[in-house]
T-cell receptor
Framework: DAKTTQPNSMESNEEEPVHLPCNHSTISGTDYIHWYRQLPSQGPEYVIHGLTSNVNNRMASLAIAEDRKSSTLILHRATLRDAAVYYCPRDNYGQNFVFGPGTRLSVLP | EAGVAQSPRYKIIEKRQSVAFWCNPISGHATLYWYQQILGQGPKLLIQFQNNGVVDDSQLPKDRFSAERLKGVDSTLKIQPAKLEDSAVYLC???????????FGEGSWLTVV
C-alpha cells in the first residue's frame, strides 16, 4: 500500500518561512494533492489542496512539481500556533485518504 | 456550520470490556469515515460509509469491531471485546459527494487497561 513520504520532523524559527516537502511518486493523473495538519489533541484539519497549479490560501501556499511527484507546503511566516504534525495523505482514487506518519513541525520562539 | 461531533471524548475500559463511540457528521455529508490513530502514527481508515452503505471496510478487524450508519446520518463504532492494542484515538470524518475536503472531528480517546 504505497504511501506518500515526508521527513519525520522539521524545526523552524518563529516568523521565518517553512517549506515542508512531500514525495508522492505513485500519484495518478487525476488525484488531488492534499495537506492536512494536526494540532495537539485535535483531529486533522484541512490546510490546502491542488491538482497541477500552485495554490494559495490564507493559511499556506502549495507548490506542485511539474511532474506532480512531489509538492511543498509553504508557511510564509511560522508562528508558535503552527507547531503541529503535517500530513500529505495519498488520495485513494478520490474515495478516502491514506495517511503516513507525517512531519512534526517544531517552531522555536 | 457545525463540525463533526463525536462522543465520548475520553474513555478508559478494561480489556475484554466493550465500548461504543458515536459520530454525527456535518449536515448533508453523505460520506462518513472512521479512522483509528495510534500514538505516533497517522490515522488509519477502518471503515467508509456512503449514506448507509459500506464502501470500504477492508481494514476493520471484524472479529471485534463493528460499525453502523442506519439512517445515513449518525454512526456508531463498537469494539467488543477490547484488547490492549485498541488503545488509540478514534476519529470520525465526513465529506460531501462532490467535495475534495474531508472534515474530522476531535476524536474519541480510548485507553484499554
Amino acid at each position: 500500500d504505497a504511501k506518500t513520504t515526508q521527513p519525520n520532523s522539521m524545526e523552524s524559527n518563529e516568523e521565518e518561512p517553512v517549506h515542508l516537502p512531500c514525495n508522492h511518486s505513485t500519484i495518478s493523473g487525476t488525484d488531488y494533492i492534499h495537506w492536512y495538519r494536526q494540532l495537539p489533541s485535535q483531529g486533522p484539519e484541512y490546510v490546502i489542496h491542488g491538482l497541477t497549479s500552485n495554490v494559495n490560501n490564507r493559511m499556506a501556499s502549495l507548490a506542485i512539481a511539474e511532474d506532480r511527484k512531489s509538492s511543498t507546503l509553504i508557511l510564509h511566516r511560522a508562528t508558535l500556533r503552527d507547531a503541529a504534525v503535517y500530513y500529505c495523505p495519498r488520495d485513494n482514487y478520490g474515495q478516502n485518504f491514506v495517511f503516513g506518519p507525517g512531519t512534526r513541525l517544531s517552531v522555536l520562539p | 456550520e457545525a463540525g463533526v461531533a463525536q462522543s465520548p471524548r475520553y474513555k478508559i475500559i478494561e480489556k475484554r470490556q466493550s465500548v461504543a463511540f458515536w459520530c454525527n457528521p456535518i449536515s448533508g455529508h453523505a460520506t462518513l469515515y472512521w479512522y483509528q490513530q495510534i500514538l505516533g502514527q497517522g490515522p488509519k481508515l477502518l471503515i467508509q460509509f456512503q449514506n448507509n452503505g459500506v464502501v470500504d471496510d477492508s481494514q476493520l478487524p471484524k472479529d471485534r469491531f463493528s460499525a453502523e450508519r442506519l439512517k445515513g446520518v449518525d454512526s456508531t463504532l463498537k469494539i467488543q471485546p477490547a484488547k490492549l492494542e485498541d488503545s488509540a484515538v478514534y476519529l470520525c470524518a465526513s465529506r460531501t459527494d462532490s467535495g475534495n475536503t474531508i472534515y474530522f472531528g476531535e476524536g474519541s480517546w480510548l485507553t484499554v487497561v
